[in-house]
Structure formats: structure tokens, C-alpha cells
């Protein structure tokens, strides 16, 4: 019997980390803004953050308490902008040397 | 004997420091080579070398808009240079500059005294300096703008820093440009650390970035001569010899600075900071690109 | 017997509606493809091509190729190179406007019947 519980405890708990994992559907709207502002941070330290990225966090925060639903959708967004940048940054930094004239 | 032998290690000892010296450039003084001849090889005959160069552009566009062959001191005027629509519309404008009333005033606020009785004089003995800007100073082991050049002075002598950009710090720098005009850019490379000044410059230009994934090198290189909509795009060879910049689209002056933080939002990316370290180190390496190019500023664009 | 004619009226006026209803949502679909190809908060792909097809879009640009007879490449082929190009062609001068979130699945849809349609070799 414990063995069971045990064992349906660590699939659900795996599960529900499955859930979380992608595509940073977080449920609570402070950690999506959380997620979406570290990232941004990243992106901006680098010098490579897009240009709306930050004023679409600041969205997300002014309606955090208002509009949640909406928020979290903000915030992902924004997210998605700065691995997106990060990413593409990444890429680029192998491939920029080409464009030099020789 | 001991005394060739002692001519010999001096003689190498000096050409050492020499070569030394000369070695910070060297890997930008390839890259401008071939950067210069680039454009002129592109500009050389657009309608022959078409496939190669402009392959998009409809040839009755190039037989009959474009101007060419372009040699190195043309490229001063942007896309005036090699786009006959743009020059003509410009040699009307110029015909009663729009930036002559605020260069007026730029030699106004250069001459006017200060609170403690000095003027900008004292700082710039001989204004015609402009050539010589960006450059690095190894004291300070920063690249020192004119930007920042005229903010020192201010200071210096006890009055508050200007806004950088546009206004008084453009009319001002307007001013020392027009007393330097025809004198040939001539940034130097002087340590190490301006070679990784330069190096990051130089990543900075080629390096596609924003949600655009664009460089200013696709644009002002590659795409240089090609038209985005109705707008010429401008040749980076001899882009800062107008600065600063009368640009119809601001109606009014601005400087390198200005110009530079609009291109990289304009990719799609966060405006950078004017007289940030990167935007220093992308007009250090811009400039350098056109060294040996007479000065030309302030003059007019779109 | 009466029956099945009736029920095979009814299924040709159901067929003929789909088609029609079909024809009138894939013209919304080339219009709203043509607006997004023009309008600068969009596509803004006036910006660099030109269309075959559609001499009626004034000042385009020439960085990329004229587009022409693109009703002979999958439609597929066309939403990928529109969502990201810098898949195929890592240095593609042409903005994954797609990917950067720019415009939507739908708009590229749209972009892709228009451009099917107004370039279609004749």
C-alpha cells in the first residue's frame, strides 16, 4: 500500500512537472513575470534584448492584479522575445565573421 | 666592431617598437583595405557587374539613375553619390542649406563666453579637430568622442554637460565640423585595447540583431545602392564625413551618435545608451572605415 | 425515390455553397494577404520585393528578388521561408518575421495565398 502511494506520489509530482516544463505555462502570474524578467535581464546584459520586451513586462506588472490571464500571456510573450533574442545571438556569433569583405 | 654591433641592436630596437607600434592596425587596416575596395569595385559599373551586385535592381533603373564610376572621395556623399534622383533633389535643398541656421548658432555658443569668461576656445585652441575624433585615449584607456570632448570642456570650465544627441551639443560640434571640413579622417590605433575597441566595433556592425535578425552591414554594404521602398540606401564607406547631420525626417541637426542608437532600433533592437561603450566603439570602428576621406559636415540627408 | 432526388439537390446545393462560401473566404484571405505584404506595422515586404502581378503597389523596393510564379512552389515551402528564412539561410538579409512574432500563423497564410494568386505564371 505505501509502495503504491508512493510510487502514483513521485507520477503525479512527475507529471506535473512535464506540465510546468513547456511551454513556461506557468500558472502563477509573479513567477511568470519572474521567468519573463530574468530572461530580459540576460538578453539586455548582453546587449542584444529587442525592442518591446521590456515595456511588454511592464504591461504584464500593471495588470498582474487585474488581469491575470492576461498577464501570464504578456509575460510568456516576453519570454519568448528574450530566448529568442538570446538564441539568436548565440547563432550569429558563429556566422557574423562571413560578412566581413575580403 | 662593437660599434656596428651597437648600431645593429639600435637599429632593430627601434624598428621593433615600430613594428609593434604598427601591429594594433594591422588587422584593421585589412579590413578597411578591402572594405573600401568593395565599394568601389561595386560602384565601379553597376550595369556590367549586375548580377554580381545588384541583381534585384531593374537595369533601365541602373542605366538611367545610377552614377558611376564612383572614385573613394565621392562616397562623402552618401546617397548622392551614386543616385541621381537623390542628387539632384539635394542640390536644390543645399541650395539654401537647412542646416546653416543652426550652424550659425553653433559658432554663437562656441564664441560666447561662459560664466568664468572663457569660451570653448580655450579647449580647442584650433577647432578644425573634427578628423581626429573618435579616438582613443590610452591614458584614459577610453574612446573619447567630440560629443564628449565639448560635454569635458563645459565642465571644466563649470557649466552643466549638454544633452548628447541633438540641440546645443550638435550645433556646437556643427561649428567645429565647418572649421574642419576638407581636412582627411585620421583615427589611429593605439593599443591593445583599441584593437578590441575596434574588434567590438566591428562585431557590433556585422552582427544581425533585433527581431529584424539585421546588421547594419546587410543594409549600408550589401544592400548599399539597392533601394528599401523609394529610400536609397547609403554607403557606410564616408557615412560620418557629413556629421553631424541635418536629416529632413528630425528637422534638425544630430550627431553620429544620434544616427547610430536610431539604425540599431530601427533592427528591432533596445536602443542603446548614446556614449555607451558598444555605440563608442561602433562609431570608432564606422569611422576608421573612412579614414583618409576629407570631412564634410554638417551637411543634409533624408 | 423522391427521397433520394431531394437528398441529392440538397447535396449539390450544399457543395455549391461550401465552394462559393470557399471562393468568397480564400478572396478575404488574398485581400488580407496583400495588406500585410504593404502595411509597415505588418509584413512591410513592399519594403524589398516587388510583385508580379500586382503593378497597383506603389515604390517597392529592390534588395529582394521580384516575386513571381510562386503558385508552383508548395504552399509549405512558402509559409517557411515567410515564418523564419534564416532556417534554410542562416544569413538571410529577409527578417523572420514569423518567428519574431511580428505576424501571425494566420497573416502568413494569408501572405501566402495572395502571393500564390497575383503571381500565378499565365
Known amino acids: 500500500m505505501k509502495k503504491l502511494l508512493l510510487i502514483s506520489t513521485i507520477t503525479v509530482a512527475f507529471l506535473a512537472g512535464c506540465a510546468t516544463n513547456y511551454p513556461m505555462a506557468t500558472n502563477s502570474v509573479d513567477s511568470a513575470i519572474a521567468n519573463a524578467q530574468a530572461k530580459y535581464n540576460k538578453a539586455h546584459s548582453e546587449m542584444v534584448a529587442w525592442g518591446m520586451t521590456k515595456k511588454t513586462i511592464e504591461k504584464a506588472k500593471a495588470l498582474a492584479k487585474t488581469n491575470p490571464r492576461k498577464a501570464i500571456a504578456l509575460a510568456n510573450e516576453a519570454a519568448y522575445e528574450a530566448d529568442t533574442a538570446l538564441a539568436q545571438s548565440a547563432q550569429y556569433e558563429k556566422i557574423w565573421r562571413a560578412a566581413v569583405p575580403k | ?302 | 425515390m423522391i427521397n433520394a432526388k431531394k437528398l441529392l439537390v440538397l447535396a449539390i446545393a450544399g457543395m455549391l455553397g461550401a465552394t462559393i462560401a470557399n471562393a468568397t473566404g480564400n478572396e478575404a484571405l488574398i485581400k488580407e494577404g496583400r495588406k500585410v505584404f504593404t502595411t509597415k506595422k505588418l509584413g512591410n515586404c513592399l519594403a524589398c520585393h516587388a510583385v508580379q502581378g500586382d503593378a497597383g503597389i506603389p515604390q517597392t523596393g529592390d534588395i529582394g528578388p521580384k516575386l513571381a510564379n510562386l503558385d508552383t512552389y508548395p504552399k509549405e515551402y512558402l509559409f517557411n521561408k515567410i515564418w523564419n528564412p534564416n532556417k534554410t539561410v542562416p544569413d538571410s538579409v529577409m527578417p523572420p518575421m514569423g518567428k519574431s512574432h511580428k505576424i501571425t500563423r494566420h497573416q502568413v497564410d494569408a501572405l501566402v495565398a495572395y502571393l500564390q494568386a497575383t503571381t500565378k505564371a499565365k
Not at chain 2, 572594405?35 to 535592381?57: D, G, I, M, S
Not at chain 2, 548622392?80 to 542628387?87: E, I, L, Q
Not at chain 2, 583615427?187 to 585595447?193: C, D, E, Q, R, T
Request: hydrophobic share 35%; proline share 7%.
Open chain 2, 1 to 302: 666592431m662593437l660599434k656596428k654591433l651597437i648600431k645593429i641592436a639600435t637599429i632593430s630596437m627601434i624598428s621593433g617598437t615600430i613594428m609593434f607600434a604598427a601591429n594594433f592596425n594591422a588587422q584593421a587596416e585589412k579590413d578597411r583595405h578591402a572594405f573600401v575596395n568593395y565599394f568601389l569595385k561595386k560602384f565601379e559599373n553597376p550595369v556590367a557587374n549586375r548580377a554580381k551586385y545588384f541583381p534585384y535592381v531593374p537595369i533601365e533603373e541602373l542605366k538611367k539613375d545610377y552614377i558611376y564610376p564612383l572614385k573613394f572621395e565621392d562616397f562623402k556623399n552618401g546617397p548622392m553619390s551614386w543616385y541621381r534622383p537623390a542628387k539632384e533633389q539635394f542640390a536644390e535643398i543645399n541650395d539654401f542649406p537647412p542646416y546653416e541656421i543652426p550652424l550659425d548658432d553653433g559658432k554663437e555658443l562656441f564664441t560666447k563666453p561662459f560664466a568664468n569668461g572663457k569660451t570653448y576656445s580655450s579647449c580647442f585652441p584650433n577647432p578644425a579637430i573634427k578628423q581626429n575624433y573618435p579616438y582613443y585615449d590610452t591614458k584614459r584607456d577610453e574612446i573619447v568622442t567630440i560629443g564628449m570632448a565639448v560635454n569635458e570642456c563645459r565642465v571644466k570650465n563649470g557649466e552643466k554637460p549638454l544633452k548628447y544627441g541633438k540641440g546645443d551639443i550638435a550645433k556646437v560640434i556643427a561649428y567645429l565640423a565647418d572649421k574642419s571640413r576638407g581636412q582627411k579622417i585620421n583615427i589611429k590605433i593605439p593599443s591593445a585595447n583599441a584593437a578590441k575597441a575596434y574588434e567590438a566595433g566591428k562585431k557590433l556592425f556585422y552582427k544581425q540583431r533585433g527581431y529584424l535578425s539585421i546588421s547594419c552591414n546587410e543594409c549600408h554594404v550589401q544592400s548599399a545602392g539597392k533601394r528599401i521602398r523609394a529610400e536609397a540606401l547609403s554607403p557606410a564607406l564616408g557615412s560620418t564625413t557629413e556629421m553631424p547631420v541635418y536629416r529632413l525626417k528630425w528637422g534638425g541637426l544630430g550627431t553620429l551618435q544620434r544616427r547610430l542608437v536610431g539604425c540599431i532600433k530601427d533592427t528591432g533592437s533596445e536602443k542603446p545608451k548614446m556614449q555607451s561603450k558598444p555605440v563608442k566603439e561602433l562609431a570608432y570602428f564606422l569611422t576608421y572605415m573612412s579614414n583618409g576621406m576629407k570631412l564634410n559636415g554638417p551637411d543634409t540627408r533624408k
